[in-house]
Nanobody
Framework: QVQLVESGGGLVQAGGSLRLSCATSGIIFSIRTMGWYRQAPGKQRELVAIITPGATTNYANSVKGRFTVSRDNAKNTVYLQMNSLKPEDTAVYYC???????????WGQGAQVTVSS
């Protein structure tokens, strides 16, 4: 059974920081590209950041320089460090384990991040 469990969301003032974690089980974590997506009310889900098995990263332009994605293969966990948060970062943040061969992608349940102005 595959599980992706996000934690670390919450309410923070603009300019503050939060760190999201996504603990996984049931997948071979070390060979999966992992991603963070977000969905704000009334908007489509969008990619925030991805990290490949080799730790290559890529970010949405809107978060470059403020967010950092990292992974710990020993703990089967991916992180998203979010600094200098803005009200427009308010969204539900989802962890994603990318598709691999014939294995489908998997999603976490989401973590609410609210940034107050």
């Amino acid at each position: 059974q595959v599980q992706l469990v996000e934690s670390g969301g919450g309410l923070v003032q603009a300019g503050g920081s939060l760190r999201l974690s996504c603990a996984t089980s049931g997948i071979i974590f070390s060979i999966r590209t992992m991603g963070w997506y977000r969905q704000a009310p009334g908007k489509q889900r969008e990619l925030v950041a991805i990290i490949t098995p080799g730790a290559t990263t890529n970010y949405a332009n809107s978060v470059k320089g403020r967010f950092t994605v990292s992974r710990d293969n020993a703990k089967n966990t991916v992180y998203l460090q979010m600094n200098s948060l803005k009200p427009e970062d308010t969204a539900v943040y989802y962890c994603n384990a990318g598709a691999l061969g014939t294995s489908r992608p998997y999603w976490g349940q989401g973590a609410q991040v609210t940034v107050s102005s």
